[in-house]
Structure formats: C-alpha cells, structure tokens
C-alpha cells in the first residue's frame, strides 16, 4: 500500500485559515469515510483532532474542520494560532482491511 | 483514563528480533483494537497492525512476512514482534487503541519508545 499524499509544508500566519490535502485512492480515501487527522508536536505522541471525515473528538477546538470530496481529504484550520504549529498526518482505512498514513505535513506559524 | 506505556529493549542488533510490549491500564484490552504504529527518526508514520479480541489480527503488507503481534489479558497487555531487522528498522514504536476498529480513532497512545536497530 502506498502512503497518502500529502504537501510537505505549509505555513499562514496568525489569525489566517489554511487547508491541507491528503490524497489517496479509490480504494482508501475515496472508498470510506474513515479518514482520520493527527496533530504531532515535536518528541510527543499523535494527537486525534478529526476522525471519520469531519468529526472532532471532545475537547478539540472547533478551529479544525475536515472534508472530503471524492479520492482527497482536506484538513483545515481558522484563525491560526502559534500553537498550531506541528506536524499534521492524515490516515485512511483501506480495501485490504489495512490502515495507511499520510507522509506529513509540517504547518509554520509565521 | 486509559494510559499505554510501550517497554523493551532499545538496541536490536541486525538480523535479530525486535519484541516490544504496550501495558494498558484503566481499561481493559478485551473488545478494543490495539496497533502499533512506527515513525523512522524526522519521518512519517507507518501502520504496522493490530490484534483484537486477542485472535484478531492484521498487518501492513510491507510487514506481513516478518510480523507478529499477540496479547496477554492476563496482563492487560500486548506486544509486537519483528524478526529480521535492519537499520531500516530504526524507529519510535507506538501503540495505540483504535476506538473505530477501523484504523479511524487511535485515540489514545503511548508515549513511544525509540528502537535503534545497530551492531
């Protein structure tokens, strides 16, 4: 199985909205709506902020939204604030009963 | 409060085999999925599988042929097996509870533990 697609960075600064992508295939992304988002802050554990599609777990702010439209998930996030800066992964369950990650995006807060 | 905490050896020397346990505590393992997942030093993350209800099991592909995972629910714990390893190997080791079973709410993790695979 290949990784989910992914930009390597993106960057906004503070106050701004951004919007990154997770593409994959017919049989992943596109096929179910058990895509997943992770926040990664340096030398800490993954941290669950939208599971299927565009659910937020309790006590994730309402900042983070996701979508989907057709084989590419989207992640975004309003008014962009300094502790937003990580690392952001996307995951998706596939055909194979199997789960793949995205290879990370790396968001700065200018 | 559901807390996992990941422990074995940090060293593996090539060829050898990698075996790593994930304790769970305040909650049982029965019922849930149970994966651990791997990251490379300043990479992605990488599924590597999951067991459930103690039988249940699957792997990534890329994995499969070097793989095992089981648990223990007398100890409320489970572990990983890699046999084979190489440098390519190197990396912090997670576990994680799959609330969804679909790979979709890992929603508790341990703290990770980094396996260097080296002579």
């Known amino acids: 199985q290949s990784a989910l697609t992914q930009p390597a960075s993106v960057s906004g600064s503070p106050g701004q909205s951004i919007t990154i992508s997770c593409t994959g295939t017919?049989?992943?992304?596109?096929?179910?709506?058990?895509v997943s988002w992770y926040q990664q802050h340096p030398g800490k554990a993954p941290k669950l902020i939208i599971y299927d599609v565009s659910n937020r777990p309790s006590g994730v702010s309402n900042r983070f939204s996701g979508s989907k439209s057709g084989n590419t998930a989207s992640l975004t996030i309003s008014g962009l604030q300094a502790e937003d800066e990580a690392d952001y992964y996307c995951s998706s369950y596939t055909t194979s009963s199997t789960v793949v990650f995205g290879g990370g995006t790396k968001l700065t807060v200018l | 409060q559901v807390q996992l905490q990941e422990s074995g050896p940090g060293l593996v020397k090539p060829s050898e085999t990698l075996s790593l346990t994930c304790t769970v505590s305040?909650?049982?393992?029965?019922?849930?999925?149970w994966s651990w997942i791997r990251q490379p030093p300043g990479k992605g993350l990488e599924w590597i599988g999951y067991i459930y209800n103690s039988r249940s099991t699957n792997y990534n592909p890329s994995l499969k042929s070097r793989v095992a995972i089981f648990a223990d629910t007398s100890k409320n714990q489970f572990s990983l097996k890699l046999n084979s390893v190489t440098a390519a190997d190197t990396a912090v080791y997670y576990c994680?509870?799959?609330?969804?079973?679909?790979?979709?709410?890992?929603?508790?993790w341990g703290q990770g533990t980094l396996v260097t695979v080296s002579s």
């Open positions: 305040g909650g049982s393992i029965n019922n849930y999925y």
């Open positions: 994680a509870r799959d609330l969804g079973g679909y790979g979709d709410k890992f929603d508790y």
């Open positions: 017919s049989s992943d992304v596109g096929g179910y709506n058990y």
